[in-house]
C-alpha cells in the first residue's frame, strides 16, 4: 500500500471513530429528557403555554416547529415564555429548514412521527425516541460538515515537524485530541446544542483571514502585492458565526484587532515606488489602508443586512404596512441581549459569582444599574492586552516589502507569516474569550466551550497546558452535566480524551513550554488534586440543609481561580514571545540541540528496559579499516569494554539455532570403527562447520575495533536511517535516530555484518511494507534476520487476518502512529512466532530423519550381532 492510501485509511479511522463517539453520547438522556431538572428541582408538570418544560434540546425543537409554522415577522414574538427564540437570525434559519426537513420525511411511511416532532404548539414536550434521532442526527451532521471540515483543513497548518513522518504523526495527534474535546462532545451531543456550527464558522474565518494570497489561486506568486481576499472571506465568515450564536462576539475583539491590523500591513506596490517620492508613498499608503478597511465594513455590513433584512421589511399582523419596521429588528435585539436577567443566572466559573458570595455578596451592594457598567470596564481592560498585541501580528513586518529580497526569500517568508499569523490568532481568540468568561454580563456555562475550540488547535504547541484546559473546562460543567444525567459519559469522555494524550505523544521533550514556569508546575498538580477532592466529597458528603448550593459554589470558585491562570498564562505566552519559538521563528540549531539531547537522556534507561536480543546470520567480510581512520571517528571511545561485553550477549535467534544445530542423534562419542561410511560423513561435516565458524571470525575485519560498524554506518546514513552528526547540511534531519544511540540500544549491531544490517533495513524501506518508523522508534528489530522479517509478515498475516498481509500491515501502521511501542510488539511477535515456527517445522523434520537414521542403525547393530553370533557359534572365531 502506499503512503498515501495508507494516510487516507488513517484520516478515515479517525473520522470513523470521530463519528462513532458522538454517536455513543447522543444515545445518553439529553437536556430536560422526561423533564428532569435535577435532583430536588419541582417537575413543570403538564406543559402548557405559560410552563417552560425540558431544557435546551426542547427549546431547539420548539424552535423548528414556530419557524416552520409561523411567519418570520412573528418568530422572535410568539410565546416568550415558553422558550422563546433568543439566538441571531442564521440560527432561527436553520431552524426553520431542519423543521421543513422533518416535516418533508414526515409523509414517508414510518417516519410520520417527524410530523408530529415539530406539530405547532401541540409538540411541547414530545420525545419519541425517532424523534430524538432525527434531532441528534441534525447535530451530527452541522458537526461533520462545519466543525470538523474546519479543524481538518486548519490542521496541516499548525504542524512543526521537519519531515512528512514527523508531520504526519502530528497530523494524527492534532486531529485526533481535536476532535475528542470532552466539553464539546458533552455539550452538542449530550445535553443538546449546535454549538460546533457558530465554532466551526469561526475556525473557518480564522483559516481564510490569515492568508496573504489569493485563496482561490494557489499558484500566485508571493511576489505580488498581497492580496486582501482571505481577510475579506474571513470576514464574511466571521459574520455568520456571529449571526448563529452572539457569543462568538467574544472571539470578535481579537478577530477586529487582527483584520485592522491587516490593513495596515504594507504592500509590494510602495515598494516600486521611488523614494524620492516620499509623498506618493503616503498618499498610496494611505489609500490602501482607507480601501482595506473599507470593504470589510462593507462586507461586515452587507453580511449582517442580507441576514436581518427579513425582520425589517416583514410587519407583524395588524401592524403599518410601511417599507422599512425597525421594530422587527430592535426586538431580535431585545431578544438577543437580555440585560433585564441581571450579571448571572446560574453558578458560572467566572469573577462575578465568585464575587457573589459572602463576604463580599456584590450583587447585594452595588446598584443593578452599574453592574453592567462594571463588567463592561473589566471586560474592556482584559481584552486590551490581546488586542494589541494581535494588531502588531496583523500589520506584519516590514521587512516583506524589501525589493532586495529573492522570490525565494519572500515565499518563505510569507509562509512562515502565515503560520505565525494563524497560530497567534488562535492564542489571541482564546484570551479575549477567557476574559469575556470572566468579567462579561450574563455569562453561561457552556461559554467556555468559545476559548476551547482554538485552543484545542494549538495542541502541538503547549501539549501539558492544553489538555490540562480541556480537562478544567469539562470539569467546571460538571453542575450541568449532572442535571442532564450525563456522568457516565462525562467519566468515559475525561478517560478516553487523557488516554489519546498519552498514546499519541510525537515529542515527549517538547511538552514542557507553557508549564515551565515555576509557579504552574505546581498549579497543575494541585488544581488536579482540587477537582478530584470535589468529586469525591459531593459523592460522599451531604451539604449542610442552609447551604444546599455548596457544592455548585465551590465549584464556582475552584473554576474561576484556574481559568484566570488560563488566561494570564495565555497573555504570558503572547507578551514573553513564547509563541515565536512555538511558530519556529528560532534557528534550527537550537531546534538541533533540543531534539539531539532527548535520545541521549533516555539511552540508559532505553538499554535496560528493551531487550538487545536480536540478529542476523549472513555473514560477509567488510571494508579493512586503518586505526587512524578509527581514531577520526572517535569509534573508539564508544566501544568500551562495557559495550563490548553487551555486544558478545547472544541474540534471540541466535541462541534458537545454535540449539537447532545441535544433532538429535549425536554420533559423535560412537566407536569410529563401528560407525559406518555415510555415518562418519555425518560426523565430518559436522566438524567441519564448526571449523568454518572459528574461521570466519578469524579474518582481516574485527569487529571489536569497530570495522564492521564503521562501513554498516556509513551505509545506514546514505539510505537515511541514521542521522549524519558530522554533516551541518544534513541538520533539517534531526528526527533520525543518532549512530550512538542505535548501538548503545542495540549493540550486537557492531558485530553483524554490513550486508545482514543492510538487508534487514531495506526490508522496512520497501514501499511494500513501508515500516520504516519502527526503526526509529526501536532499532533492535534490525538485529533480525532478513528471511526472519519476511516470513514474520506471512506468519502474522495469516495468524492475525487470515492471510491478508495488506491488512496486517495496516494494522501495523495505524498502531506506529497511535502506539509505537504497541506496534513494536504485535511486529515482534510475528517475526518471533514464525521463527518458532520454523523450528518446530525444522525439529519435526530432524527427528523424522533422526528416527529413520536410528532405526537403520538399529537393524544394522542387530545385523551385525547376529553375524558375530553364527561366526562364533560355527567355531569360525575364538572367545579369546
Known sequence: MTDTGRQRHLHLTILSFAILLRILIGIHPHSGQD??????????????????????????????????????????????????????????YVSWFFGYIADTLGSVHGLEVLKDLVALHDSRGFENERGKMYMRFTVLVMDLLVYISAVWEIAPRLLNGTTDIIREKERIRLLTMALAQPAILLMDHGHFQYNTVSLGLALWSFHFMTMLSNPFKKDESSTSSLTFVGPILGSVLFSLALNFKQMELYHAPAVFAYLLGRCFECSNVQSTTKDNEGGTMASMNNRNVITKFCSLGITVISSFAILWFPFAIYPRSGTNARLFHLAGVTQVLKRLF??????????????WCALSVKPFSIRRRVPEEILPLMASGLTLMLILLPCWYLFQVGKGDRGQCDTAKTIREKDQHQSSRERADIKLLLWGCTSTSLAFFLASFQVHEKGILIPLAPLSLLLLEAPRFIAWFSIVATW???????????????????????????????????????????????????????????????????????????????????????????????????????TKKIVGSSSSSSKTKRTSKAPMIGIGILATILPASHGFVVSQKAQCYTMSQLQSSNMNEIFTSEMIERAREPLYWETQRTEDAKPILDLSKRDPDTLSLSEKAVVNQGKLQETNTVDSEDSCVKWEDGQIWLETERRLISMGVLLNETDASNQPMVELISSQTMIARAPQLIRLSTSQVIESTNFFLDQRFALASLIQHDPTILTFCADDLYYGMEYLSNMMTRGNETQALQMIRTQSVLSPQMALSLFRMGVEGGIDERRVSNALANASAASGKAVEYAVNDAGRTYREFKQLKGGRKSLG
Not at 440585560?339 to 467566572?350: D, I, P, S, T, W
Open 35 to 92: 423533564d428532569y431538572q435535577g435532583p430536588g428541582a419541582i417537575k413543570a408538570g403538564t406543559a402548557t403555554s405559560s410552563t417552560k418544560y425540558g431544557g435546551d434540546y426542547e427549546a431547539q425543537r420548539h424552535w423548528m416547529e414556530l419557524t416552520y409554522h409561523l411567519p418570520l415577522s412573528e418568530w422572535y414574538y410568539y410565546d416568550l415564555s415558553y422558550w422563546g427564540l433568543d439566538y441571531p437570525p442564521l440560527t432561527a
Open 476 to 578: 467546571t460543567l460538571w453542575p450541568l452535566v449532572t442535571i442532564d444525567r450525563l456522568g457516565s459519559a462525562y467519566a468515559c469522555c475525561v478517560v478516553i480524551f487523557l488516554c489519546l494524550h498519552n498514546m499519541t505523544r510525537v515529542s515527549p521533550s517538547g511538552e514542557s513550554d507553557v508549564f515551565s514556569m515555576i509557579p504552574s508546575k505546581y498549579i497543575i498538580h494541585l488544581s488536579v488534586v482540587a477537582m478530584v477532592l470535589l468529586h469525591a466529597a459531593e459523592l460522599l458528603v451531604a451539604p449542610p440543609r442552609n447551604l444546599p448550593d455548596l457544592f455548585p459554589v465551590l465549584w464556582s470558585l475552584v473554576g474561576c481561580g484556574l481559568i484566570s491562570f488560563s488566561y494570564l498564562v495565555t497573555i504570558w505566552v503572547m507578551a514573553k514571545g513564547q
Open 338 to 351: 437580555p440585560f433585564q436577567r441581571g450579571l448571572f443566572e446560574g453558578k458560572v466559573a467566572n469573577i
